[in-house]
């Protein structure tokens, strides 16, 4: 069913295309806060070569689909220490192992070897309290990453209105959303939210030119989390449900701090940070590789962090500015000014961004003034 990877120049044509365009925010008759979720209207192409056309096809959840409740053991809810940033937008992950089987820790590179036939899913959502009108919770998107033959697949899912059903939607689409103000956004937020197309996922998932898992692996994994109604280690539930092989005890595990614990030192935090919004790209094997900027939590060498390294390829993106970080100068500094921004050509991280994580360039704007104690 996933042999077929091959899309045609016009669809790829098309999906550059579709990434442009951008509607202005209506008033939608279901929710007056999500306008672009797919209705009854929409022409759906079906890709029998991709995957299957319907998320309630793979049987992962079960019914009703929008509650997210996993079909069987071998579908395994996880959460991450440092999650992603997405325009706010919350997420619910899970593993689904085929029946039998089991990841291996690898320990020399500490990662987790999945095997042949998981699926990891990751659906995007906004709260009912952030949503004007909503009544419950509303799913956007279910992004899913397949091993299949050894390589990873990346489909892309769109929910319906009505949140009964999402649907295989490889061209990428633009929703309007209005966001209400929280306890820790106090403006109301009017954006649109992008699910990127099926070929911008390489963009961030590619190391040594191989489709990688980014969020599931060992440092990440290391936290409690609540599993069959109480609170445990997901590593070492995995470990003791026999989905996972070659754990070491969880004291030799790294663990990523969660960069919004304030306990945590600003170092530790930023550098949190940057590992997973910047540092997919910005490491050995990824596809920013060439900049010399390498953000990985683990990376110690200043000038590869951008301290008095100047940019690979000057121009629009790096404001003018003569280093990547400038220690004890914020404003001077390449890597902040372009979190600072959303314009093509400027904005950090590149694709799943288009609002300014504001507590996330304060985080990185006090690491930076913090370099010169």
């Not at 085929?98 to 990662?111: C, K, M, Q, R």
């Not at 953000?295 to 629009?316: F, I, R, S, T």
Request: net charge negative.
């Amino acid at each position: 069913m996933y042999r077929n990877i091959f899309v045609s120049s016009l669809v790829v044509v098309t999906l550059f295309i579709s990434c442009k365009k951008k509607k202005p925010i209506v008033e939608n008759k279901a929710y007056i806060s999500v306008s672009g979720l797919l209705t009854s209207q929409d022409t759906l192409t079906s890709y029998d070569d991709l995957g299957l056309k319907k998320l309630s096809d793979y049987n992962f959840f079960k019914n009703p689909l929008n509650q997210l409740i996993p079909a069987s053991k071998q579908i395994v809810p996880y959460d991450l220490n440092s999650p992603l940033f997405t325009d706010y937008a919350s997420k619910k992950r899970f593993i689904v192992f085929p029946e039998g089987t089991a990841a291996n820790y690898v320990s020399d590179e500490s990662y987790l070897d999945f095997p042949e036939g998981t699926t990891l899913i990751k659906n995007f959502y906004y709260t009912n309290k952030e949503l004007k009108t909503s009544t419950s919770d509303i799913i956007l998107e279910t992004r899913l990453l397949i091993k299949n033959s050894g390589k990873w697949i990346t489909l892309p899912y769109i929910w319906n209105e009505e949140q009964t059903e999402a649907y295989l939607y490889i061209l990428g689409k633009d929703m309007d959303l209005v966001l209400e103000p929280t306890t820790e956004r106090t403006k109301q937020i009017r954006f649109s939210y992008s699910v990127p197309n099926i070929n911008m996922c390489k963009n961030c998932h590619v190391k040594d030119k191989d489709l990688v898992p980014l969020g599931p692996t060992p440092r990440q994994l290391h936290r409690e989390q609540m599993l069959e109604g109480t609170s445990q280690n997901q590593l070492a539930y995995l470990l003791e449900n026999n989905m996972l092989h070659n754990l070491p005890t969880l004291s030799e595990v790294e663990k990523l701090p969660n960069y919004s614990d304030v306990s945590e030192s600003i170092n530790n935090r930023a550098r949190a940070y940057l590992d997973v919004n910047c540092a997919h790209c910005h490491q050995d094997g990824g596809s920013a590789k060439t900049s010399g900027l390498h953000l990985m939590y683990q990376e110690q060498d200043l000038y590869k962090l951008g301290v008095n390294k100047p940019p690979v390829a000057a121009g629009k993106g790096s404001g003018d500015l003569a280093y990547d970080v400038v220690v004890g100068k914020p404003e001077e500094s390449i890597l902040l000014y372009r979190m600072k921004h959303v314009e093509p050509d400027i904005v950090m991280p590149e694709i799943g961004k288009n609002l300014v994580h504001t507590e996330g360039v304060e985080l990185v704007d006090a690491w930076i003034r913090s370099l010169a104690n």
